[in-house]
């Protein structure tokens, strides 16, 4: 990656739905962190 890339670059926070309700997955268990980054997701039109 070229300089200019990589400093315009920004951590994001993730929010998905767990138990109900949104939540940052930063703050999940490492359980459900772990289950979170296997999950697929699938585009519905």
Do not use: H
């Not at 920004?10 to 980054?37: H, I, M, T």
């Amino acid at each position: 990656m070229s300089p200019i890339q990589t400093t315009k670059r920004q951590e994001c926070e993730v929010y998905s739905r767990v138990s109900g309700y949104l939540r940052p997955v930063k703050q999940w268990n490492d359980a459900k962190q772990a289950e979170f980054f296997d999950r697929k997701t699938f585009k519905i039109s």
